[in-house]
């Protein structure tokens, strides 16, 4: 009679698969929790101890860990001297193993979670049993996802299981055990930067295509949760994103994420924030940012840290927008942006610090892993290295600035004034020409005559503080750095224009 041994801890479709197995003449054999769910539902059944000859024990840690299990899991059946030792140990053959996990992953997320209640769901015999069936599946079928159960039963139905579809669901069992291994190793490291990195993602969704339409494209999300992840905003409304909407919102979530202390507004375009607005009320904050940039902000992601009014709403419907992004809008809000279809309409907190974590980027053959640049301005870091001294509100001023640019791409210069970006330098091969652009969209602004510059690093020479000071800038703010700082210094002295380090680096590449 051909077995099936079902020991899960997700219990979902678990009855009707049984079933179903039962209406197939296999013999169930079954575990703990499981067995007492098919024995509930009137299923023949038969305990996994009257199989193995030994009480589950030790709490349950040991129950399938036994060669009558894995005998009859591992003996391949094209090989005679593998059948003739299984039959003189009295051990049964196993045909499908139906096993999902302890719920670690779910356990972890709990926030009052000790760590003994965690080691306590790491599984040991559901991987183990699974391994040996995904080795074994040219004669095991191992199903480890519920979502897989009604494809199972009719491939069994129908003989439908060729040794292609077969090696499908293996390969689906060893991510599943790599997958849960990995989380377990990265929930017990301890070390910054161990040996062999694990990393643990499952399958968001799958893209249109990647950056152009010749490249193909899936998400993928980290299995621990994240503040500020794009993957877990809610889609209130508008198409499905696609792989550059979800690069720029992810860009976009990053720089509000430094700027909660006040009602702000980011527009970007193409990684580089095109705007960044801050004031007393969203729609003043609304209008410094669109008025930083009208014309970058088309077809451009915005995102806002506080609920969206109707006054706002309407001003943001006015343009092309691909994805707006908020922490809750009001309904009238709602209904205004809804009128337009395709916009992406976005839901999620906006209101806690990004974690300390490490972002991870590919290089060819690679990735490179760091820290992630979470350095928060601070006018206590600031050093007035110039003779002028910066008002009041060009110190607030410097600070907004600095801010900004650590999101804009090196060489990155920001021009700023009064809670509002004015002109945004980004990914030039030198500094000054940098400057220039961003000086250039800035002295066509209103705000302009108060206009002080930030750079993401120290300037290697002075012709970036002499051409800043000689079109208009007030006051700079740079990391500070260079063997060449005395020069840039001078240089301020000569013009009369205030000259702060920062001693805070912000490369973005």
Do not use: C
């Not at 719920?103 to 209640?117: C, G, M």
């Not at 209103?446 to 800038?473: K, Q």
Request: charge should be negative.
């Amino acid at each position: 009679m051909k077995r099936a041994l079902l020991s899960v801890s997700d219990k979902t479709g678990l009855v009707e698969l049984a079933q179903s197995l039962h209406e197939l003449d296999y013999q169930l054999v079954s575990t703990g929790g499981t067995l007492k769910v098919l024995a509930a539902a009137n299923l023949p059944v038969t305990p996994i101890d009257e199989i193995t000859g030994f009480p589950e024990m030790l709490d349950g840690r040991v129950k399938t860990l036994h060669p009558n299990v894995h005998g009859g899991l591992l003996a391949r059946r094209d090989l005679p001297e593998h059948m003739a030792t299984i039959k003189e140990h009295g051990i049964e053959p196993i045909d499908v193993v139906v096993v999902n996990l302890y719920p670690f992953k779910e356990t972890i997320a709990k926030p009052d979670v000790t760590f003994a209640q965690a080691i306590e769901q790491i599984d040991i015999g559901g991987p183990s049993m699974l391994r040996s069936a995904a080795k074994n599946h040219a004669a095991v079928l191992p199903i480890v996802d519920p979502a897989d159960y009604p494809q199972a039963i009719e491939l069994l139905k129908n003989d439908g299981l060729t040794p292609a579809v077969r090696r499908q669901f293996a390969a689906k069992v060893f991510q599943h055990t790599a997958a849960y291994d990995s989380l377990i190793a990265n929930y017990l490291t301890t070390e910054t930067y161990p040996e062999n990195l694990t990393l643990s993602f499952t399958k968001y969704d799958a893209l249109r295509y990647g950056e152009n339409a010749h490249q193909s494209a899936t998400a993928y999300v980290s299995d621990q949760p994240e503040n500020y992840s794009i993957l877990a905003a809610e889609v209130l409304h508008g198409k499905k994103l696609s792989y550059n909407n979800l690069r720029d919102a992810d860009a976009a979530l990053r720089v509000i994420a430094d700027f909660n202390n006040k009602p702000t507004v980011v527009t970007l375009k193409h990684m580089n924030p095109a705007g960044i607005g801050q004031a007393d009320t969203l729609f003043e904050a609304w209008d410094k940012a669109f008025k930083a940039d009208d014309i970058s902000i088309f077809g451009g992601v915005v995102v806002l840290n506080r609920e969206v009014d109707l006054e706002t709403a309407q001003a943001m419907h006015k343009i092309f927008l691909e994805i707006i992004i908020a922490p809750s809008y009001t309904e009238e809000a709602f209904t205004e942006l809804a009128k337009k279809k395709n916009l992406r309409l976005l839901q999620l907190p906006i209101n806690q610090p990004i974690a300390a974590k490490q972002d991870v980027v590919s290089v060819l053959g690679g990735i490179l892993v760091q820290d992630r640049d979470l350095v928060t301005e601070d006018l206590a870091d600031f050093k007035v290295v110039s003779e002028a001294q910066p008002t009041k509100v060009q110190l607030e001023a410097l600070v907004f600035a600095q801010k900004a640019v650590k999101h804009v791409k090196s060489n990155a210069i920001i021009v700023a004034a009064n809670g509002q970006t004015l002109g945004v330098g980004a990914g030039q091969p030198n500094r000054i020409d940098s400057v220039k652009i961003a000086i250039d969209h800035a002295q066509v602004k209103p705000a302009f005559g108060e206009a002080v510059l930030a750079s993401d690093a120290f300037f290697p020479m002075n012709d970036s503080v002499e051409y800043a000071a000689t079109h208009g800038i007030t006051a700079i703010v740079e990391p500070g750095g260079s063997i060449k700082d005395q020069d840039s210094i001078d240089k301020a002295n000569e013009l009369g224009i205030a000259l702060v380090f920062s001693n805070n680096r912000h490369f973005k590449h």
